[in-house]
């Protein structure tokens, strides 16, 4: 069964940094473009960063460029977010997400992927 889980969640200081990770299982990995996004309370599922199947390209939001970068590790596969200069504003559930066989980090949309984990709280105070 495929599994996606998110970890590294938590509270943390405006200007402060944190690391999200992805543990993944369950199917061919390395193919997978893997992606984060994000939900704070009363708003649409936002994108925030992916990762291509391959050769890993990347792509960001513009809301988290410069600020966040995205990895992965096939061998370990695991996937990582480590996000800096954090704000307020980051606050949100985090989730990992993978759409399979996908060599390119342009997909943008949630309904592109097609497994999901079960999302980390990221809070950013003041």
């Known amino acids: 069964q495929v599994r996606l889980v998110e970890s590294g969640g938590g509270l943390v200081q405006a200007g402060g940094s944190l690391r999200l990770s992805c543990a993944a299982s369950?199917?061919?990995?390395?193919?997978?473009?893997m992606a984060w996004f994000r939900q704070a309370p009363g708003k649409e599922r936002e994108f925030v960063a992916a990762i291509s199947g391959g050769l890993s390209s990347t792509n960001y939001g513009d809301s988290v460029a410069a600020r966040f970068t995205i990895s992965r590790d096939n061998a370990k596969n695991t996937v990582a977010l480590q996000m800096n200069s954090l704000k307020p504003e980051d606050t949100a559930v985090y989730f990992c997400?993978?759409?399979?066989?996908?060599?390119?980090?342009?997909?943008?949309?949630?309904?592109?992927?097609?497994?999901w984990g079960q999302g980390t709280q990221v809070t950013v105070s003041s």
């Open positions: 997400a993978a759409r399979s066989r996908s060599y390119s980090a342009y997909s943008r949309l949630p309904s592109q992927y097609n497994y």
């Open positions: 369950g199917r061919a990995f390395s193919n997978d473009a």
